[in-house]
Every structure is written in structure tokens, then in C-alpha cells.
């Protein structure tokens, strides 16, 4: 059982920073395929970035446009998401994803990832 707990939220003005960060336990870290979702209220969880095994496959949602990156340090059993230029829009739950099980890249939809994180805050205002 893998266990995923984020950090980092927050309230922020438009243009701030953030940086969420996402510890794994009770599994291989280093062999799972890791995402962040958000979801807004009244609104679908949305895929904002995910990263392969070994943090060379990268991919993002098209709304982020060069704001955010996603990476990981698996000694550490964390993946990041360094959140730049922020904006009202960004505000949302932020949820770590992990994917274990495909082994075919990083994916998107959120119902092929079996563990998540309680999620955590982030509200962004103008």
C-alpha cells in the first residue's frame, strides 16, 4: 500500500510562487509513474503534470504554458511541483497521483491512478 502526502499550499496573489511537494511511503517509489491533479470546486479533476520513472518523461497540461515544472528526487521519495506566475485560475486542490501498475509512460486520465494524496490548497487571488 503506498501512502501520498502533500505539502506545500497555500494563499498566494496573483504572480507568487509556490512549491507542492508530495512524500510517498510503503512502496517503490523509484518505479512509479507520479502526477499532479487539481480540481476546482463545481469543476472535473484536471491533469496539470506528471513524470516518468526516472524524471526524463515529462508531460503537462496545456493550460500550464511553461509555469509550472514537475521533477522528483527518489532518494527522497518526493516529487515537486514549482508553480511560477500564478494566477486566480491556479486556485484548486492540489492532489499527488501515483501510477503503478501501467508501465507505459505518464498518463492523464486520473482513473488509471490507484493512490493519491488528501490533497492540498492552493488559492491565488488578484
Known amino acids: 500500500q503506498v501512502q501520498l502526502v502533500e505539502s506545500g499550499g497555500g494563499a498566494v496573489q496573483a504572480g507568487d510562487s509556490l512549491r507542492l511537494s508530495c512524500v510517498a511511503s510503503g512502496g517503490t517509489f523509484s518505479q512509479y509513474r507520479m502526477a499532479w491533479f487539481r480540481q476546482a470546486p463545481g469543476k472535473e479533476r484536471e491533469f496539470v503534470a506528471g513524470?516518468?520513472?526516472?524524471?526524463?518523461?515529462?508531460k503537462y497540461g496545456d493550460f500550464v504554458k511553461g509555469r509550472f515544472t514537475i521533477y522528483r528526487a527518489n532518494a527522497r521519495n518526493t516529487v515537486y511541483l514549482q508553480m511560477n506566475s500564478l494566477k486566480p485560475e491556479d486556485t484548486a486542490v492540489y492532489y499527488c497521483?501515483?501510477?503503478?501498475?501501467?508501465?507505459?509512460?505518464?498518463?492523464?486520465?486520473?482513473?488509471?491512478?490507484?493512490?493519491w494524496g488528501q490533497g492540498t490548497q492552493v488559492s491565488v487571488s488578484s
Open positions: 497521483a501515483a501510477e503503478t501498475f501501467l508501465r507505459s509512460g505518464v498518463v492523464v486520465s486520473p482513473s488509471l491512478y490507484e493512490y
Open positions: 513524470i516518468g520513472e526516472n524524471g526524463k518523461t515529462l
